[in-house]
């Protein structure tokens, strides 16, 4: 299969826009973004209704920078 036919989810597509506006607007290093974490007792009860609500009923605009990029790297994470 190539790289290039595989579908993306959504969830990602939509969470690295959040971030990519999020860092040019506020003149973000993309670095630094990814570099630090955020607290995990703020992940898990979005990551809970992403679960239960799914991506539409749950906004990510409202939440901070590095808690998207955290919720990212936990849905990369979770892939193995």
């Known amino acids: 299969m190539l790289f290039f036919s ?3 989810p959504h969830f990602l597509v939509k969470a690295l826009k959040i971030i990519e506006d ?4 506020n003149n ?8 630090l ?3 995990t007792l703020k992940l898990e009860p ?3 209704q992403l ?3 799914g991506l ?12 998207v990029a955290s ?3 936990a849905f990369l994470r979770d892939l193995q």
């Open 6 to 8: 595989l579908k993306v």
């Open 22 to 25: 999020k860092a040019y607007a």
């Open 28 to 35: 973000e290093d993309l670095y630094d973004v990814y570099r």
């Open 37 to 39: 974490s955020s607290d």
């Open 46 to 48: 979005i990551k809970r």
């Open 51 to 53: 679960d239960e609500h």
């Open 56 to 67: 539409d009923l749950v906004n990510l605009e409202q939440c901070d920078l590095n808690t």
């Open 71 to 73: 919720l990212v790297k």
